[in-house]
């Protein structure tokens, strides 16, 4: 099956860059969403379709993907931001096609 | 405003059962796939399972297969989780989302296995 690997953790000072990284086989064929979860709270769509950011999402969260490598990049961190992010796909090429999500990354903001 | 309402988590038995609903609203409930999600505590997102709009197709985590039915009504715009033979190790948090790209989260029901 389809695997999804993301850093466990990432850090980040306050106005600064952060980059969150998701690798999979060929993950640039498909298409890659990332969602944020906070503590106590349901995850939230952050970017959808590799780059896309749903209504209400600051335009310093950015996504890339290509080759093996997705990455969610946030500009000018916020206090904010600190949260669990998630990317997922959708694996069609599986006998059994499904979602499948990252491990998740804590970003903690200095 | 879209809004995804779950409900029916509680205490079961391990091998109970247990059927969980997701109420919609807000949009046109019959033009999406619909998803459930889980979280067991202190762990990361688990894909359980997804429904095709109309229902005529159903995809499942590997976990749950044979286990969970999902299924939908779309007269009453609602989602459904029917869970059999559970496990301790299905406790968790179960959100329902809009499409399998969870554009929409429900606030989740919780699900605890124990004896």
């Known amino acids: 099956s389809y695997v999804l690997t993301q850093p466990p953790s990432v850090s980040v000072a306050p106005g600064k860059t952060a980059t969150i990284t998701c690798g999979g086989n060929n993950i640039g064929t498909k298409s890659v969403h990332w969602s944020q979860q906070k503590p106590g709270q349901a995850p939230v769509l952050v970017i959808y379709y590799d780059n896309d950011r749903p209504s209400g999402i600051p335009d310093r969260f950015s996504g890339s993907n290509s080759g093996n490598t997705a990455t969610l990049t946030i500009s000018r961190v916020e206090g904010g931001d600190e949260a669990d992010y998630y990317c997922q796909v959708w694996d069609a090429n599986s006998e059994h096609p499904g979602v499948v999500y990252g491990g998740g990354t804590k970003l903690t903001v200095l | 405003e879209v809004q995804l309402v779950e409900s029916g988590g509680g205490l079961v038995q391990p091998g109970g059962s247990l059927t969980l609903s997701c109420a919609t609203s807000g949009f046109t409930f019959s033009l999406y796939y619909m998803t459930w999600v889980r979280q067991a505590p202190g762990k990361g997102l688990e894909w359980v399972a997804s429904?095709?709009?109309?229902?005529?197709?159903?995809y499942y985590g590997d976990s749950v297969r044979g286990r969970f039915t999902i299924s939908r009504d779309s007269a009453k715009n609602s989602l459904y989780l029917e869970m059999n033979s559970l496990r301790v190790d299905d406790t968790a948090v179960y959100y329902c989302?809009?499409?399998?790209?969870?554009?929409?989260w429900g606030q989740g029901t919780v699900v605890t296995i124990s004896s």
């Open positions: 989302a809009r499409d399998t790209i969870g554009d929409h």
């Open positions: 429904i095709k709009d109309d229902g005529s197709e159903k």
